[in-house]
């Protein structure tokens, strides 16, 4: 699917920030971010990355943080809280 397909079937684009030990020095903490578009609450495709992660890489996850938000949604309407006039 394309992004526009992603979009109106839900999807929402989610950034994680997953922090992982350096393999050579595991007292220090490196952080990576991510970002695709992944199905909220659920988060296949996260979960498929950190899988591949904890299988492939050397760098200890240590945690992830994510967050995610709608792009196409209802418009929101408001009233206006004044009205000018100008002559």
Partial sequence: MNEIEKQLNDYRLT??????RLPDHPALLQSYLWQEYDL????????KFLDFWSRNLDGKL?????????????????????QLRLQ
């Fill in 40 to 47: 909220a609450p659920r988060f296949p495709m996260l979960h």
């Fill in 62 to 82: 240590h945690s992830v943080q994510v967050a995610n938000v709608q792009l196409i949604q209802a418009p929101e309407a408001r009233y206006a809280s004044a």
């Fill in 15 to 20: 950034t994680a920030e997953i922090l992982y």
